[in-house]
């Protein structure tokens, strides 16, 4: 498995959809996962930690958890199914683990046997998501499914873009720029006479 993080949210340029963003620690992957503008608005308040007036539902579900003594560990991300991605949201009940605290140091607690005790509560991934970042758990995805939704990502040509469109920047002056424009611009208009006339 995979561990991911939120990068952010983007919007898709043809159909103007919420898409949040999850990359892997090499900085080289990153999936995108459609969602919808509510669930965008969820995932951009926690990660923003923006207080609400009334508490969102997923400010609800995290005092519920607590309420319950639960705790989110994890997040899997561990299936795409016609295009839908599976996730599971792995919780752990902190009243066992402060009744364990009591056990003696001569009985070990097998990291296997923790990790089983976990329960497994099916999830839409944008609302483990937002759960994830209220609570400061983490974002795990299966290899099989990082491998096949996932877009390259050229973390050093995009820093590189950057430096270069911002030396730019810094080296032209206002003036320049707009005796570039107007250069540019009777050769645009000759050629929009030359298509009129042809």
């Known amino acids: 498995m995979v561990e991911m993080s939120v990068v952010g949210i983007a919007l898709d340029a043809a159909s103007r959809s919420p898409i949040v963003l999850l990359r892997d620690p090499s900085r080289r992957r990153q999936v995108p996962i459609w969602i919808d503008q509510a669930q965008a608005h969820n995932i951009m308040a926690g990660l923003n930690g923006e207080p609400s007036p009334r508490p969102l539902s997923h400010d609800l579900m995290v005092c519920l958890l607590a309420a319950g003594e639960l705790r989110l560990e994890r997040v899997i991300i561990h299936a795409i199914e016609d295009s839908t991605f599976r996730a599971v949201l792995k919780l752990s009940n902190e009243g066992e683990s402060d009744r364990s605290e009591g056990v003696a140091e001569s009985e070990p607690i097998e990291l296997e046997e923790s990790i089983n005790d976990l329960m497994d509560i099916d999830a839409r991934p944008s609302d483990a998501?937002?759960?994830?970042?209220?609570?400061?758990?983490?974002?795990?995805?299966?290899?099989?499914?990082?491998?096949?939704?996932?877009?390259?990502?050229?973390?050093?040509?995009?820093?590189?873009?950057?430096?270069?469109?911002?030396?730019?920047?810094?080296?032209?002056?206002?003036?320049a720029m707009i005796r570039h424009l107007q250069s540019r611009q009777p050769e645009d208009e000759e050629t929009v006479d030359d298509n009129l006339s042809g």
Do not use: H, K, Q
């Open 129 to 175: 998501i937002a759960l994830e970042i209220r609570t400061g758990s983490s974002i795990w995805m299966l290899e099989e499914v990082v491998a096949e939704a996932s877009i390259a990502v050229d973390a050093e040509a995009d820093a590189e873009d950057r430096n270069e469109f911002r030396r730019f920047l810094d080296e032209v002056s206002p003036a």
